[in-house]
Structure formats: structure tokens, C-alpha cells
């Protein structure tokens, strides 16, 4: 069976196509939370499917098991061209998908954090519904953006407007210099005026740590790279734990200036 027209697409197999082209990589569960499906569904079928016409591949071995790590799903170029014929190239560009073809090869590690960030925004979205979501892929498409992104661009309407965040999940492994390079990027960023052309307030920085030693180490190395820049009054940065945001209460974020008070994400 040849698939390479739109009506030869089911809706529910494009929207797996288009949950794993804006998160780029997704275990099935995942994809299951995302897209509402309940388990004991036929996620599994139409990804075998999927991946049997080529859209779709998996990173997985027999170590997987053993570490009880999930396999791991992309799109393939070719499915990244599918989606190009349902949108555009403008979204879905050449680049984007030249940039693919290293996705069957890139490391453990970085698979690992795409899907950790997953994670992440799924448990945000169920616990702030309203919560609007930008990965890396779509962030590429707007100038207004460093050229080294968030992991997660967080758009918030609360009763106070509309507030908007930079996210990022800071890995266990990553080593300080990582951190530190990341800090200095945000702030000559700002302070060269790269997001001033949206016309609205620079977004809060959040950081999630994976134990309350890393989210000091951040708040320090955040107070220190701030302070060079002379943009104390101007930037906002808030921390949280992995495990704060596993937890049940959704007061888990810090400011760096105030680390005793709790808040959640709409209140910051």
C-alpha cells in the first residue's frame, strides 16, 4: 500500500506524526499521555504501522529492557516530508528535515534529555491547561529566539496577562561550565536586545534541577552571571527539583532572589 497523499493518512496517524515531529523523539507512553489516548489502545498498532511505510522509526535494543528504558520514537525524513505535504514548508522546512537524518544516531544521552523534557511539558499542560508549548523545531522557525534555545518556550495566560518562560531541564550529567555557558547566552541574548522586537516583556527563566544541591549550584552561578551583565532588575529566574514537579503540589518554583518562598507556575 503506497502512502504518500494526505487521504491516505488516517487524522489519528497524523497526529502521532505531528506529536513526534514537535517533541522529536517520544516513548509510546508518552505519545498515549499527549494525544489522550487511554491505554489498551492501538497506539502500538498504527506506530507499527507507521514505522512498516517508513514515517516513523525507533531507537531500541535488548539493553533497553534491561535498564528498563522505553524505545524511543522519530520521524524518519520521509515522515518529516509527509508532514511537509499536509503544511508547508514554511513550518515543516528542508532544513528541518536535512537536520533529521542524524536522529538515528545521535547520542544516548541526548535521546534521554528530549524525552525527559517530554515528560516534563506533559506534566505542566495537565497540571495548566491553558499552557501553550513551543519545542525547539518551532521555536527555529521565529528570529525572535537565540540561536541556542530553551529546551521549552512556556506561553501562560493568568488573570495578570499573558506571561511567557524559558525553560530548561537541567540533566544530572551536565557539568557546570554547561550551566554557566547557557546563563551567558541568555543574558547577552536580552542584554543585546534580541527579544525586543516581539514588543513584549522579557520572559522568566526556569530551571529544573534534579536535587535541591543542583538548584543551588544553578542559583549561584544565575545570581553571578546575572550580576556581570547589570540585568539584576530585569531578568527573573526561578528554580524547581524533578521531584517537586512529580509531586502533587504544584508550588514548586523559587525565585532565586526569594529561594524560601513556594509558587506555582501561575503565580509567578
Known amino acids: 500500500m503506497k502512502m504518500d497523499k494526505r487521504s491516505a493518512l488516517k487524522q489519528g496517524q497524523i497526529d502521532i506524526l505531528e506529536t513526534l515531529y514537535k517533541y522529536r523523539f517520544g516513548s509510546r507512553q508518552l505519545l498515549a499521555d499527549s494525544l489522550g489516548i487511554k491505554s489498551g489502545s492501538n497506539l502500538f498498532e498504527k506506530l507499527n504501522v507507521l514505522m512498516k511505510h517508513g514515517f516513523v522509526a525507533r531507537l531500541y535494543d535488548k539493553s533497553y529492557k534491561l535498564r528498563g528504558v522505553p524505545a524511543a520514537y522519530y520521524l524518519t525524513p520521509k515522515g518529516l516530508r509527509q508532514l511537509q505535504l499536509i503544511h508547508g514548508s514554511e513550518r515543516v522546512t528542508d532544513a528541518i528535515i536535512k537536520a533529521s537524518y542524524r536522529d538515528k544516531v545521535v547520542s544516548q544521552s541526548f535521546v534521554n534529555h528530549v524525552v525527559d523534557v517530554y515528560s516534563c511539558t506533559n506534566k505542566l499542560q495537565h497540571q495548566y491547561p491553558p499552557l501553550k508549548v513551543f519545542l525547539r523545531r518551532e521555536m527555529a522557525l521565529y528570529s525572535y529566539f537565540p540561536a541556542n534555545p530553551p529546551d521549552v518556550f512556556l506561553s501562560l495566560k493568568t488573570n495578570g496577562g499573558l506571561q511567557r518562560f524559558f525553560f530548561d531541564v537541567v540533566s544530572k550529567d551536565a557539568p557546570p561550565s554547561a550551566i554557566n555557558r547557557r546563563l551567558v547566552n541568555y543574558m547577552e541574548f536580552f542584554d543585546e536586545g534580541g527579544w525586543d522586537e516581539t514588543g513584549s516583556d522579557l520572559p522568566k527563566l526556569l530551571f529544573l534541577l534534579e536535587n535541591p544541591a543542583a538548584e543551588n549550584r544553578l542559583r549561584r552561578a544565575a545570581h553571578a552571571v546575572r550580576s556581570r551583565f547589570n540585568l539584576d ?36
Request: proline letters at 3%; aromatic letters at 6%; hydrophobic letters at 35%.
Open 233 to 268: 532588575d530585569e531578568i527573573e529566574i526561578y528554580t524547581a527539583t524533578t521531584e517537586g514537579l512529580l509531586g502533587e503540589d504544584s508550588a514548586i518554583w523559587s525565585n532565586i532572589d526569594e529561594p524560601g518562598e513556594l509558587l506555582s507556575l501561575d503565580e509567578l
